[in-house]
T-cell receptor
Framework: GQSLEQPSEVTAVEGAIVQINCTYQTSGFYGLSWYQQHDGGAPTFLSY????GLEETGRFSSFLSRSDSYGYLLLQELQMKDSASYFC????????????FGQGTELSVKP | GAGVSQSPSNKVTEKGKDVELRCDPISGHTALYWYRQSLGQGLEFLIYFQGNSAPDKSGLPSDRFSAERTGGSVSTLTIQRTQQEDSAVYLC????????????FGQGTRLTVV
């Protein structure tokens, strides 16, 4: 089976840096993705790591280490609008690309 | 259309009634997913289509739930004899078949069973 573990909540202040970790157990997957969901909204794609290492997109970066079954999302220069839930996700090789999500991390950014 | 479209956006139904939820994916997207999300919770996988076939139906909670996809496009999720615990937001997403591409979500159908 497959499972992804994330912290349920993280709190940080405006301007700070926060890291949201994701550990996973899966027999095989294509890569690790991150999605953002604001209250009442639909999840939207943030980033994808197909290979080990760091991917940077503006204030957001994402990291993957397949040997450690671990990844993280790094958010820099936090803004109030970054308050949202963040989900890690993998596409499972065993079922031709089924997309599986972690339980999500609720990020609260305080002034 | 420009994005994934779901209808209705809200549905209130009486316990025991059947409901149909519709998802219209982005044109050309062969993969289609259904998820369920309860308030403040994560995305619970229900079913996944590649074209018209469903490689994985393992997430359907009971035999009251079924889904189909026709013409490699529109999908309907049917819940028979609805129960109060079925109340949730039902989200649909679509993506290209390529395993590296992102999934695009619709705005969801908020189902309330009274």
């Amino acid at each position: 089976g497959q499972s992804l573990e994330q912290p349920s909540e993280v709190t940080a202040v405006e301007g700070a840096i926060v890291q949201i970790n994701c550990t996973y157990q899966t027999s095989g997957f294509y890569g690790l993705s991150w999605y953002q969901q604001h209250d009442g909204g639909a999840p939207t794609f943030l980033s994808y790591n197909g290979l080990d290492g760091l991917e940077e997109t503006g204030r957001f970066s994402s990291f993957l280490s397949r040997s450690d079954s671990y990844g993280y999302l790094l958010l820099q220069e936090l803004q109030m609008k970054d308050s949202a839930s963040y989900f890690c996700a993998v596409r499972d090789r065993g079922t031709r690309g089924k997309l599986i999500f972690g339980q999500g991390t609720e990020l609260s950014v305080k002034p | 259309g420009a994005g994934v479209s779901q209808s209705p956006s809200n549905k209130v139904t009486e316990k025991g009634k059947d409901v149909e939820l519709r998802c219209d994916p982005i044109s050309g997207h062969t993969a289609l997913y259904w998820y369920r999300q309860s308030l403040g919770q994560g995305l619970e996988f229900l079913i996944y289509f590649q074209g018209n076939s469903a490689p994985d139906k393992s997430g359907l909670p009971s035999d009251r739930f079924s889904a189909e996809r026709t013409g490699g496009s529109v999908s309907t999720l049917t819940i028979q004899r609805t129960q109060q615990e079925d109340s949730a937001v039902y989200l649909c997403a679509s993506s290209l078949a390529n395993q590296h591409t992102e999934a695009f979500f619709g705005q969801g159908t908020r189902l309330t069973v009274v």
